[in-house]
């Protein structure tokens, strides 16, 4: 196939174009870099399967000759408050991927008579009231909070998604993305993962907010990607969680990349304001991954820490 992908330089973009490479397909890469990272892509310039276009998708898009796929990857989806790529500093910008941007990746796929993909979020939970996320949970979501320009975007995403499905009969997939790690993550993404395991290798102590009773359940990307493949291979179209449903606590976890990483600088305790209404517990629940894709992920937290360390050594200038 033909695939564009968008936020081809993101975090996830980028492992896709490597997976979907290996499949043989020619990779159209779409990014304007307000998120994504250029080098994520250094590595296919020159690659005869993969040509890159900078743009921004809230734009109108046109991709001379036949498209097959398109994902649509593209969103600012750090929530670090701090970071200048976070989605709290470009709510205008997260809206407008989510809302404009999956309508113009829309109209490529019905103009192309090409399948479709997008990647939504367990973020359109919410602060979930079930435990855990089934796709059938509707959500618990404040539309007027500060988050909201990134699960909303989300949720009208999927809405667009499933009316362009109905009305125009166009082959669509909605994955529901679950916290995801490895090389090429964003360091100052603000997630727990990143914060905690810089930390640890800088050797200084976890900060750890409220006393770590928060879940999170943790995915290693290579899983990810295989899920996300098996979805675009797969004929359906309702969502999908993609996820690992080991849950631990916030605790737990830094404990556990404490030992991984021999840092002996202990944990703090912060007190949790929950400004911004952080979740308090995550976990998906991937029935319908393992029965309608035959999919679940392989790669334990220990082997996958073990697989992300280098990454964020270099990028800490520790190697």
Not at 18 to 47: C, Q, S, W
């Amino acid at each position: 196939m033909r695939i564009l992908i968008t936020g081809a330089a993101g975090f996830l973009g980028s492992h896709l174009c490597d997976r979907l490479l290996k499949d043989e397909h020619e990779i159209v890469g779409l990014d304007n870099f307000i998120t994504g990272n250029p080098g994520n892509l250094a590595h296919l310039m020159g690659n005869p399967n993969f040509s890159f276009h900078r743009h921004d998708v809230s734009n109108y898009i046109f991709v001379q000759g036949k498209i097959d796929a398109v994902l649509h990857f593209a969103s600012p989806a750090s929530p670090n408050p701090q970071s200048p790529s976070g989605y709290f500093n470009l709510p205008i910008q997260t809206m407008k991927a989510g809302a404009l941007g999956t309508h113009n990746c829309l109209g490529v796929a019905r103009a192309h008579n090409a399948r479709f993909l997008i990647a939504s979020t367990s973020e359109i939970y919410g602060d979930p009231l079930i435990h855990p996320q089934p796709e059938t949970y509707t959500g618990n979501v404040d539309p007027a909070g500060q988050r909201a320009v990134y699960d909303e975007a989300k949720r009208f995403a999927e809405s667009l998604t499933m009316a362009y499905h109905r009305a125009h009969g166009v082959d669509t997939r909605i994955v529901r993305i679950f916290n995801t790690y490895g090389p090429r993550m964003d360091l100052e993404d603000g997630r727990a993962l990143p914060n905690l395991l810089k930390q640890a290798l800088l050797g200084q102590p976890l900060t750890v907010y409220g006393d770590g009773s928060q879940t999170r359940s943790f995915c290693y990307v290579d899983d990810l990607i295989e899920g996300i493949v098996a979805l675009l291979y797969s004929g359906e179209h309702l969502p999908v969680n993609i996820g690992n449903p080991v849950e631990m606590t916030i605790l737990q976890f830094a404990e556990s990349i404490n030992r991984i990483t021999g840092n002996q600088a202990g944990i703090t305790f912060v007190k949790d304001a929950r400004s911004v209404r952080d979740p308090q517990q995550r976990q998906p629940d991937i029935t319908r991954a393992r029965t309608i894709l035959n999919w679940e992920p392989k790669v334990g937290l220990e082997e996958g820490l073990h697989k992300t360390i280098p990454y964020f050594k270099n990028k800490l200038g520790l190697e």
